[in-house]
């Protein structure tokens, strides 16, 4: 099984790759499958703001589009900023769809620091079917 670090590791090389002419603010992001598949991503701008992707978001459904549909971890990773980057509303609503309540979220920053959540303590009030 991968560690924490290694997850963080694996978002911080998706944010190498992230297009973010406008904000600036490149982000990646890991996330870990049921069986042990890694699916990575990286923050889309658009100069169109509502068509700009999140890095969670472009991870999540990348796993999903490969068929998976229960995910066990997240990390998330910023080279721009100091200590950790959290993932916003929408990408935390998405996360809760394919990984629950107790789906683990790791929030990770260039200084190599990083605090762990579960979606339940990021969104406790979670809109859920199930």
């Known amino acids: 099984m991968i560690s924490d670090g290694e997850l963080v590791i694996k978002a911080a090389e998706a944010a190498e790759k992230a297009y973010a002419p406008y904000s600036n603010?490149?982000?990646?992001a890991?996330?870990?499958?049921?069986?042990?598949?890694?699916?990575?991503?990286?923050?889309?701008?658009?100069?169109?703001?509502?068509?700009?992707?999140?890095?969670?978001?472009?991870?999540?459904?990348?796993a999903v589009s490969e068929g998976?549909?229960?995910?066990?971890?997240?990390?998330?990773?910023?080279?721009d900023s100091k200590e950790y980057v959290m993932p916003c509303g929408i990408c935390r609503q998405v996360a809760v769809e394919f990984g629950g309540k107790d789906l683990v979220v790791l929030c990770a920053g260039e200084a190599g620091i990083y605090k762990i959540y579960t979606l339940e303590q990021l969104l406790?009030?979670?809109f859920m079917e199930f």
């Open 25 to 28: 603010y490149k982000v990646g």
């Open 68 to 79: 998976h549909r229960k995910l066990i971890k997240l990390a998330v990773f910023s080279p």
């Open 30 to 62: 890991a996330v870990l499958t049921e069986d042990g598949k890694i699916y990575t991503g990286c923050n889309i701008e658009n100069v169109s703001y509502g068509a700009t992707v999140c890095a969670e978001r472009t991870a999540i459904f990348k």
């Open 124 to 126: 406790p009030e979670a």
